[in-house]
């Protein structure tokens, strides 16, 4: 038995299939241009080549790149402990050790606990671990694109 | 003597025997025979004295293996690009032979604090982690750091292949004579608390 209006329906289904079919492959050529995933370029069975290791730069110190900079490290701090117990960076920078050591001595702010104002004889508590805002400086490139300039 | 010899037992007739001079063994066998035994007992005795000088023997403690050697697990005396490894007597026990008798008497005081738990935890360990580092500090300044340099070589270093800073360090402390552990202390295991008020 046939319906009147049987052949119409028939027309919009037809068409809109064929429309998404369109757009499926325009979207999936589109997406194929412009969308790259984390592991770049490479296909599953490649093995992507690692990165560069970046390597401290111990010849001279870099400048500054703004006022408030933490000073850059100029040699290698890897295997020293920086722990509740010892700061081994303190047995050359810290005020007793210095001189003798020819380092640059901590600088006097971090002798003064920011809470009481109070002037200490030691690093306060808060400056103890200096790799919070100290790091050694290396040739790294940002790893995002950014506006900063100097 | 006579007492014991009257009650004839074992020991006492070995004892006799030993004390009584040879009747029918010429020297030359007497000498032969206790060349030999002489060997043996000597390797032996080497032997044992070579098994207490291995990492693995000092593993077998656990206030070793639970405080120092994770400590030094990753240092570059235990891993590093050309896989010559410094493990714990090329450090903690002298080379030459008089030196190194010295110290396996010494350790006999290590057995008896092994036996009384004095460092049996980690808190306790760290208690006495100080004394214990600065025993070592001291002895390694007396010998010159002599077990440092049986690998390292102040003549021996090529400066020019050190960074600016380690060379100048290493001439001045060569025209100072001053000695490795002046400077590279906690370098395979972790530094005590206070450790550089001690060292002063």
């Known amino acids: 038995m046939r319906l009147e209006g049987d052949i119409p329906v028939k027309r919009v289904l037809i068409s809109t299939i064929a429309i998404f079919a369109l757009g499926a492959v325009l979207m999936t050529s589109a997406f194929a241009g412009n969308l790259g995933s984390l592991r770049g370029d490479a296909t599953l069975s490649e093995i992507n080549a690692a990165g560069d290791i970046n390597q401290v730069i111990e010849n001279g110190r870099y400048p500054a790149n703004y006022r408030q900079q933490p000073p850059l490290i100029p040699h290698k701090i890897e295997k020293y402990q920086i722990n509740l ?46 790799t919070q805002c100290h790091v050694p400086q290396v040739g790294a490139e940002p790893l995002v694109e950014n506006t900063f300039s100097k | 003597m006579t007492e014991q010899e009257e ?48 990492e693995t023997f000092c593993l077998t403690c656990h206030e070793m293996e639970q405080n120092v050697y994770r400590e030094y697990t990753g240092t570059v005396h235990d891993t590093n690009a050309s896989g010559v490894r ?98 590279h202390k906690g370098i395979a295991h972790e530094l005590p608390a206070d450790a550089f008020t001690a060292e002063k």
């Open chain 1, 85 to 130: 117990k010892v700061n081994q960076c303190m047995r050359c920078h810290n005020w007793q050790f210095a001189a003798k050591e020819g380092a640059p001595k901590i600088s006097e702010t971090h002798y003064t606990d920011t809470r009481t104002g109070k002037k200490l004889d030691d690093v306060v508590a808060g400056r103890w671990f200096c």
């Open chain 2, 86 to 183: 410094a493990t714990c007597p090329d450090c903690h026990v002298p080379r030459p032979w008089i030196h190194k008798m010295k110290r396996k008497i010494q350790a006999s005081n290590e057995v008896l604090h092994k036996i009384l738990g004095t460092i049996d935890t980690r808190e306790k360990f760290e208690t006495h982690r100080l004394t214990m580092a600065k025993r070592v500090w001291d002895t390694m300044k007396s010998t010159d750091s002599r077990e440092c340099r049986n690998c390292h070589n102040f003549d021996a270093m090529d400066i020019s292949k050190q960074n600016s800073r380690a060379r100048k360090r290493h001439l001045e402390a060569q025209d100072m004579g001053k000695t490795c552990i002046d400077c």
């Open chain 2, 7 to 54: 009650k004839g037992g074992f020991f006492n007739r070995i004892w006799a025997l030993l004390g009584r001079p040879s009747k029918t063994t010429s020297a030359g066998m007497l000498l032969f025979v206790g060349l030999i035994v002489g060997v043996i007992f000597w390797g032996s005795f080497n032997w044992a004295l070579e098994v207490t000088n291995t």
